[in-house]
Antibody
Framework: QVQLVQSGAEVKKPGASVKVSCKAS????????IHWVRQGPGQSLEWMGW????????RYSQKFQGRVTITRDTSASTGYMELNSLRSEDTALYYC??????????????WGQGTLVTVSS | DIQMTQSPSSLSASVGDRVTITCRAS??????LNWYQQKPGKAPKFLIY???SLQSGVPSRFTGSGSGTDFTLTISSLQPEDFATYYC?????????FGQGTKLEIK
């Protein structure tokens, strides 16, 4: 079955960087975009960006532009999200999700299990 | 950016009740509206796409409707497994913004 499995929890100091991985299985990795979404403690979902695994093209939310880099390794069927210059407000669960194009738009399904990133001095 | 506003932010109801959650977009998004369900400690799960189309396997007690800027998610007869937080998301334009969520609790 289609599955996205993310890397484990991370604890980082302010100013550091974090790189989260998302390994896909059960489908051809290059045929579906991968999105990254985060969720702060007790908060809603915040879309960060996507990557087209076929060619590496990316699109980022303006909020994270310049601080986030989304990449992929097609040989490993794995996507990555790197966030730099971490601050305490970046403490959150980070999710990857596969995009499915449907009539009228696109949806995110399935999602990875989430990776908790804690930023603390 | 398109802002998505859900109401109410929380809702208390009983098993068997009919409940409706509203989602409003700050500009027209046609029918590019998805609904997700999230249970504590779990990733969101996709329920409805294009405002009213049910994901395969989602019970028919869930219905979505609306177009333009106003959308609703209705659960016709609440079951114990439906108590969760529900999010709307617009897929019309980037960034793909989400509503702030509606937490459905047992009365």
């Amino acid at each position: 079955q289609v599955q996205l499995v993310q890397s484990g929890a991370e604890v980082k100091k302010p100013g550091a960087s974090v790189k989260v991985s998302c390994k896909a299985s059960g489908y051809i990795f290059t045929t579906y975009y991968i999105h990254w979404v985060r969720q702060g403690p007790g908060q809603s979902l915040e879309w960060m960006g996507w990557i087209n695994p076929a060619n590496g093209n990316t699109r980022y939310s303006q909020k994270f532009q310049g601080r986030v880099t989304i990449t992929r390794d097609t040989s490993a069927s794995t996507g990555y999200m790197e966030l730099n210059s971490l601050r305490s407000e970046d403490t959150a669960l980070y999710y990857c999700a596969r995009e499915r194009v449907v009539a009228g738009g696109e949806l995110l399904d399935p999602w990875g299990q989430g990776t908790l990133v804690t930023v603390s001095s | 950016d398109i802002q998505m506003t859900q109401s109410p932010s929380s809702l208390s109801a009983s098993v068997g009740d009919r409940v409706t959650i509203t989602c409003r977009a700050s500009q027209s998004i046609r029918t590019s509206l998805n609904w997700y369900q999230q249970k504590p400690g779990k990733a969101p799960k996709f329920l409805i796409y294009a405002a009213s189309s049910l994901q395969s396997g989602v019970p028919s007690r869930f219905t979505g409707s609306g177009s333009g800027t106003d959308f609703t998610l209705t659960i016709s007869s609440l079951q114990p497994e439906d108590f969760a937080t529900y999010y709307c998301q617009q897929s019309y334009s980037t960034p793909k913004t989400f509503g702030q969520g509606t937490k459905l609790e047992i009365k």
